[in-house]
């Protein structure tokens, strides 16, 4: 793929206003982390589907995909655009007016996920800017009653995810910018500011509103709140100060309960307050190992280039062997891989972003064995690459040696190099390269608690070679 080479799109102007902020939100994710290690990332049946699926799409889409990024010759914005360049709150609702996006096409997306193999896919029912994207009583704020498209794309996607088996998620904001009950003091900034402005009256909107979302739009298996930051602790405050207060003003049990009581398997982010969370959200980094995953079920999500929202001057976009190492590292932890896309105004998912996409897809349809349904590496992970594993029905336990470098080699001097498993007192039984026709053996030894296989040949995949070894019986770790 042609990377146009033009200057690097880049939030550091953003950046410093609000890098304060994220320094803080980050502090407190920490010690979040740390405080919630009563967690069991198998505890609950509801979360079942979900390790299994490993790879979602995340759908960026609103307002903001019309200014795509440009604002008063500014290109670098996303879908903060509105607080970002300022925007008088009249001229943002006037957005509305414009968009119609009459080439979306529900199907078309969700063949997109699945070719790039995803299995989920979760899409903005409403950012921070407050405007919603499906047909809601409690605003007009929304794109039915506000857009010349007079079309709801959310009933649309979950017609077209029901006919294929896709599961779909709802992204919700608590932040939001246009609504007058919501104080411009909780984030720091309004459209239309209402000093009169009661949490409680923004909260019973939202329950409404989640109700209709989950009432009106068939099985919904993912809540995934988001807040930009907003009711921030003071920076010297206690944790667990924190951890009692947020949930307490946004009532965030009797919301969970609400929800639970229309689709009782429905999980939830760690976003709308302590109590209620099934699954950690790592943005825009892929957690270090042992960070998480020990105790955690988290879900890193990340953008295909710079920007959640549309950016028509985004030249940085992400290889297919990134987004392949970015799965595959995640998987090798227990956690899952949420992939941003923002489609455009005119409602088609950036061409770029589809190419990229689909090039993944094709190396995880041909490994989705070593995906799909895995459990973590059961130990450390090596400096070649990441392990995931599973456990076998004859009582074996086969590992996914995923070896990002191998050496490459040629016809006339093909590689021989060995890597090692380090840390298992298991015999092996077989190795073999997972893709390649005939099927290629590679032998392995145990020997004082490692595994040791010899590889040779040239990779089998450029970007990932797997290597399957299966182990006699279940892992039995070596004691230090
Ligand atoms: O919806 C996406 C973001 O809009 C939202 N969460 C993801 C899923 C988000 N909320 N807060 N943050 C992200 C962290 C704040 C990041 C910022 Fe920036 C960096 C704010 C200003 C600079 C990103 C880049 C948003 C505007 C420019």
Known sequence: ??????????????????????????????????????????????????????????????????????????????????????????????????????????????????????????????????????????TDYDIIDRTPFGRDPLKELADACAKVGMHLGFYYSITDWHHPHFAEKWHGYHGNPNPE??????????????????????????????????????????????????????????????????????????????GTTDFMTPEQFVPEPGSYSAVHNFESCLTINGAWGHNKSEVNWKSPKEIIHELVQNASMGGNYLLNVGPMSNGKIDPVDTEILRGAGKWIHRNAEAIFSTQAGPVPQPDWGRITSRPLSNGNTRLYLHVFDWPRGSRSQPTQFAITVAGLENQPVQAYALTTIPRRSYSAEQNKGSIVIKLNGRRPDIVNSVVVLDLEGSIRKRKM
């Not at 609103?62 to 500014?74: A, D, K, M, T, V």
């Not at 008088?88 to 969700?110: C, I, R, S, T």
């Not at 919904?220 to 930009?228: A, E, N, R, V, Y």
């Open 197 to 274: 402005a009661d949490l409680d009256v923004y909260v019973e909107f939202m329950q409404n509103q989640l109700r209709e979302l989950l009432t009106n739009y068939g099985p919904i298996k993912i809540l995934w709140f988001d807040d930009g930051g907003s009711f921030m602790m003071p920076s010297d405050g206690p944790v667990e100060a924190y951890m009692e207060e947020h949930p307490a003003l946004l009532h965030s049990v009797e919301t969970m309960n609400m929800v639970r009581s229309l689709q009782p398997d429905i999980i939830i982010n760690d976003r709308l307050g302590y």
């Open 1 to 138: 793929m042609n990377k146009p080479r033009k200057k690097r799109v880049s939030h550091w102007i953003l950046f410093g206003i609000m890098g304060p902020l994220i320094a803080v939100m980050s502090i407190q994710a920490q010690q979040l982390i740390e405080i919630r290690s009563d967690w069991n990332p198998t505890m609950d049946n509801r979360m079942e589907w979900w390790h299994d699926a490993k790879y979602g799409m995340f759908i960026h889409w609103g307002l903001y995909s019309i200014p795509s990024g440009e604002w008063n010759g500014e290109t670098t914005y996303g879908e903060w655009i509105m607080r970002g360049a300022d925007i008088p709150y009249k001229e943002y609702e006037g957005l509305a007016n414009k968009f119609n996006p009459v080439k979306f096409n529900a199907d078309e997306w969700v063949q997109i996920a699945q070719e790039a193999g995803m299995k989920y896919i979760v899409i903005t029912s409403k950012h921070h800017d407050g405007f919603c994207m499906f047909d809601s009583k409690y």
